[in-house]
């Protein structure tokens, strides 16, 4: 479990309020907000890296989709600052930092509301992404962009 400083946010889906870390509360603010569901994160779970779970393969992919979305704008695919970060999320090094690292870890559904034996019903895959913290003022650029042009389309 991480040590940070924290703030209170409400969780759309569950309409609660959640502690979430300082440092990459606005991140998870702005997934939230384009549909992207996550489970749990850490600013810094380990040095220098920024960690989000979520709670299926599909988020991960939506997330990580959408910010190749925005990185294909002409204006941004030259820059070789994006180039490397394009690199990175694709999980392979660019010389300069880390690349984005992936995995999954299995969750076993269990049927015991109404029983007093438990039964298996299922495993469930949660999905993490473990990237550098130096990535981080991009990564919210990009979500941001895409923010703004969802916002300008007429409903």
């Known amino acids: 479990m991480c040590d940070h400083e924290q703030t209170a946010v ?14 990459i509360a606005p991140l998870i603010l702005a997934m939230w907000e384009a549909g992207i569901m996550t489970s749990s994160s850490c600013q810094e779970i380990e040095p ?15 997330f990580l989709t959408l ?4 990185l294909d704008d002409e204006q941004l695919f030259s820059s070789d600052a994006y180039a490397s970060l394009r690199t990175r999320m694709q999980g392979r090094a ?17 049927d015991d509301i ?11 895959l949660t999905v993490s992404a473990r990237f550098p913290a130096q990535d981080y003022p991009l990564v919210i650029e ?3 962009r895409y923010l ?3 916002r300008a389309l007429p409903a």
């Open 148 to 150: 703004h042009h969802s």
């Open 48 to 62: 220098g890296i920024m960690w989000i779970e979520f709670p299926s393969s599909e988020d991960l992919e939506d």
């Open 10 to 23: 409400i969780h759309p889906g569950e309409n609660s309020t959640m502690d979430i870390d300082e440092g």
């Open 67 to 70: 910010l190749t979305l925005v």
């Open 114 to 124: 109404y029983s007093a034996v438990s039964i298996c019903c299922g495993i469930a």
């Open 94 to 110: 660019d010389g300069s930092t880390c690349p984005w690292r992936y995995e999954a870890h299995p969750l076993e559904c269990r």
């Open 142 to 144: 990009l979500l941001g």
